[in-house]
């Protein structure tokens, strides 16, 4: 039980629990928040993990930009802040059913078949800006530029669904 | 430190991020639910890359591209459910059954004579 | 020329064929081809007989041998003797008549086209069963016939009367008709051949029981077809139909065929002489009880109807008593009698517009051409002399005489009997009708028949004396033409059966005359009475029929159709009802709801890794 995992698992934790919170909270923007809570949790697991870059890249885009466009679209869609709806369905009790089965199921079978397995985290190269930039640009370039023309994508098509017919 | 716990950790967010997709009313709450999902799944992909000790951290790079894909989708998703509110004024997932299949007017069947 | 005989039966269809398909293109219309037809049929028959009245025993045909089943081959051909060219004339001249009359009797018939057509049709069929050579050949014709009786009785189908009279008929000789196959299947497997010549020269060396089953099945035929007990009930019923039909079809030709039929193939009959006593039985019964129904009707042609029937039964007992000649002369003379009286009732029926005889009488005045020839044919039935039908009739007494034997006896008795019961019924018809005073409407106007009508009239008079007169040389002409076969009694007509045949006949007519000059207005019959009701309902034969027949198949029907109805249609229709109800039961899966859907889809996931990882740890 080295520091490392102390570490790791007291962050577990918070990320877990923020995590259930966002998915039972009656509030659609205290969920949000919550969400804010749990991303920021995972984004001290990467680091743990000794990936630098992918945890400073969670922090910007996910909360910075997911989280906030989540924000205005709970607004835009009048979303009750406050108690006034429901926000869970009737179909509650299969929800949990399914994800308590999810997580059993995923769990055994984690553990069954890494149960040993050990990060050593003082001999991996840390993953910080120039080591992903090489690999990205050197190895994974094609990948790179489809992503690109599917933000790009994304983008127009965002903006087509959302335009309002003008009388 | 242990794979297992960062590898439990992603399984129980998942499981989280399902329960949050199959029950909650808000179409913009069940889109943080698949965030919760996907972020589980780059958990797993950066653990693994620690693990393996890639040289070519595919791990990282992919979950970065994760990232990339994550926004667009949750972009455009919210674009879908402004125009779902725009329609109907709503965005309860309950309301929003017009792929239903109703039953048909009944009409009695008649043996050919 | 026999071996153009083949014509008879092609001219008359080719005729019923250009006049059903192009009479509106024919100037004329469809008049033309069914004269035409019938009377090149009558040139070719008058050929055809003088050409066989040189060697009346020697059968001339032409066949063409044909397998299709690959059984017992059939022979496609004619067969002409002196017996079918006679009686193809006949059928040619009578038919003639019945054309050249509908065109005045059927004028302003909307389907008087088809009615032509009908009838050169049936012609056709007749003269096929009259030349066929093989017996095949003449099941076809004969099945023909039943089918254009069908469509030319129900020809009024407008009237319910007309539709059931021509069902009524139909299903009665397809009783018949079912034994008649039958019959020629047992001859024609047993002969080896279904070819006539060879049927009949086979026939005494053939099993006892192969005859006998061939004879009396063939019998069945003969009793539907000519209306014997106890098939009989659909001849007056078809009186619904047009009355030349009735003269053509139910007179003189179709209900002859079976009589005829049994002349053709006598040799079997021969060798099965207990078909003749069961035919010379089903004769006496017949020939007595149809003459007391037709003393009771009131309907005209419903009485020449009865009387046709009784007049069948005189040719079927001499044919019964091997009285062959005196069967078939008679059969010749009430061809000429019976299709006389028919046209002349239905000169008649067009002027008074009504069948009933107690709403005519005092005709003669105003219709005496009509009431002239209709006397002669009165005159022939009765049995009067010189009319034909009296010496006919009395050669078949003789025979019966002569044959001797119980069956001879009887059919001797009986037929005396019913010579006083067909003078009876033949005089009431002419007082009734034509004699007295005039009991109908008195806004119908009274006229005679156009030319065109009464001229078949005189021609078929002329027959009906001449057909009798035995001033033709030795063996009476008529007999010499026929030849006929071994075996069979020699035409002969004595002077004692003249003479008892006439005295008794007088005695009717006498009786039923001073019974009418007592009461002039009322019904001569009704002296009898309560039991004039009996006679009146034909002996109630037809209500039995119905109890015993009709009901029960009209029960089996309803309860094959229920069958049908609630188990057979029940289980498709209520397949496919399983089938809506399993589709209502599937859409109540698509709820709409995604989150539905999505539940689904992580169940299946998850239920799909849990077997894969059992799979791959075991």
């Known amino acids: 039980m080295t520091g490392a995992d102390v570490v790791f698992g007291l962050l577990g934790i918070v990320c877990l629990a923020a995590a259930l919170l966002v998915v039972t909270a ?54 009750p802040v406050g108690r006034a709806q429901p926000l869970d369905s009737a179909n509650r009790p299969v929800a ?49 530029e489809v992503a690109s023309v599917l933000l790009l994508a994304a983008l127009v098509g965002a903006i087509v669904l959302t335009r309002q017919e003008r009388d | 430190m242990h794979l297992s716990i960062a590898l439990v950790l992603s399984a129980l967010l998942f499981a989280a991020g399902i329960y949050g997709v199959l029950a909650r009313r808000n179409a913009v709450a069940v889109l943080m639910a698949v965030e919760l999902m996907l972020n589980a799944a780059n958990l797993d992909l950066v653990a693994f890359d620690a693990w393996f000790k890639d040289q070519l951290h595919a791990g990282q790079t992919f979950a970065l591209f994760v990232v990339v894909i994550a926004a667009a989708e949750v972009g455009v998703g919210l674009a879908i459910v402004l125009s779902l509110f725009r329609l109907r004024d709503s965005v309860a997932l309950d309301d929003a059954t017009d792929l239903a299949d109703r039953d048909p007017v009944r009409r009695p069947v008649e043996p050919a004579r | 020329m026999t071996h153009w005989a083949w014509l008879l039966p092609a001219l008359p269809a080719f005729a019923a064929v250009v006049g059903l398909f192009a009479w509106r293109v024919i100037p004329g219309g469809p008049a033309v081809p069914a004269i035409g037809g019938t009377a090149a049929a009558v040139v070719v028959a008058i050929a055809v007989l003088a050409d066989a009245e040189s060697n009346p025993l020697h059968a001339t045909s032409s066949t063409t041998s044909w397998t299709p089943t690959g059984g017992v081959a059939l022979h496609v051909g004619t067969r002409v003797d002196g017996l079918a060219a006679v009686i193809a004339l006949m059928v040619a001249v009578v038919a003639l008549a019945v054309q050249v009359y509908s065109t005045a009797y059927m004028a302003g018939d909307p389907r008087y086209a088809s009615y032509a057509a009908e009838i050169s049709l049936f012609t056709a069929a007749m003269m096929l069963v009259v030349v066929a050579s093989d017996l095949f050949e003449l099941l076809i014709g004969w099945e023909v016939m039943g089918l254009c009786s069908y469509l030319l009785v129900g020809h009024y189908w407008q009237t319910e009367g007309a539709r059931g009279a021509a069902v009524k008929a139909l299903i009665t000789t397809r009783i018949g008709d079912t034994a008649f196959i039958f019959g020629i299947f047992a001859l024609g497997v047993g002969a080896g051949s279904f070819d006539i010549a060879r049927v009949t020269a086979a026939a005494p060396t053939l099993p006892h029981a192969t ?20 098939l009989h009930v659909w001849l007056p019923d078809a009186m619904a139909g047009p009355t030349p039909v009735s003269a053509l079809i139910h007179a003189a030709t179709m209900v002859a065929a079976g009589i005829y039929v049994v002349a053709r193939v006598y040799p079997v009959y021969l060798a099965a002489p207990v078909a003749l006593t069961v035919l010379g039985v089903i004769a006496c019964i017949t020939m007595l009880g149809a003459a007391l129904a037709a003393l009771a009707e009131d309907d005209l042609k419903r009485v020449l109807a009865w009387s046709t029937v009784s007049q069948l039964a005189y040719m079927a007992a001499g044919l019964a008593v091997r009285g ?45 051409v009509t009431f002239a020839t209709a006397l002669v044919g009165a005159g022939a039935l009765a049995g009067v002399p010189p009319f034909a039908g009296a010496f006919s009739k009395d050669a078949v007494l003789d025979a019966a005489r002569e044959h001797g034997g119980g069956l001879g006896h009887a059919v001797y008795a009986v037929g005396l009997v019913t010579v006083f019961v067909t003078g009876a019924y033949v005089t009431r018809l002419i007082v009734r009708t034509f004699l ?39 063996s009476y002409g008529v007999a010499r033409w026929l030849g006929r076969p071994a075996g069979t009694l020699a035409l002969h007509v004595g002077a004692i059966d003249v003479v008892i045949a006439m005295l008794i006949s007088f005695a009717a007519i006498a009786l039923v005359g001073w019974l009418w000059s007592r009461r002039p207005a009322a019904d001569p019959i009704d002296v009898l009475g309560r039991f004039a009701t009996p006679l009146r309902r034909a002996f109630f034969v037809d209500e039995l029929y119905d109890v015993a027949v009709v009901r029960p198949v009209g029960v089996l029907a309803r309860a094959a159709l229920g069958v049908d109805r609630r188990g ?37 996931m998850l239920i799909v890794v849990v077997s894969v990882s059992v799979a791959v740890a075991t």
């Open chain 3, 568 to 604: 057979i249609d029940a289980t498709a229709v209520g397949s496919g009802r399983a089938a809506v109800l399993l589709g209502v039961g599937l859409r109540r899966l698509q709820t709409g709801n995604v989150q539905t859907y999505l539940s689904a889809l992580v169940a299946g």
């Open chain 3, 324 to 368: 062959w000649s005196a069967g078939i002369w008679h059969l010749l003379t009430h061809a000429a009698f019976k299709a006389l009286l028919f046209l002349a009732a239905g000169s008649v029926l067009r002027a008074l517009g009504t069948n009933n005889m107690s709403e005519m009488g005092g005709l003669w005045r105003r219709m005496p």
């Open chain 3, 211 to 230: 005859v006998v089953a061939g004879a009396l099945l063939l019998l069945g035929g003969v009793v539907g077809k000519s209306a014997q007990f106890p």
């Open chain 1, 96 to 144: 949990a059913l399914a994800g308590v089965a999810t997580a059993g199921i995923l769990v055994t079978l984690v553990i069954a078949a890494f149960k040993g397995a050990y990060v050593d985290i003082h001999h991996t190269a840390v993953g910080d800006g120039h080591v992903l930039g090489t690999a990205i640009f050197r190895y994974f370039v094609l990948a790179f």
């Open chain 1, 26 to 79: 009656r509030n659609v923007i205290h969920a949000a928040l919550w969400l804010v809570v749990c991303f920021g949790a995972l984004a001290g697991c990467y680091l743990v993990l000794t990936a630098e870059f992918v945890a400073w890249v969670q922090v910007l885009i996910y909360i910075g930009a997911v989280v906030v466009l989540m924000l205005f679209g709970a607004m835009l869609t009048r979303a």
């Open chain 3, 436 to 474: 007295g005073d005039y009991r109908g409407d008195a806004s119908v106007r009274l006229h005679e028949s156009p030319w065109v009508m009464t001229a078949p009239l005189v021609v078929l008079g002329v027959f009906a004396i001449l057909l009798g007169a035995p001033v033709l040389p030795s």
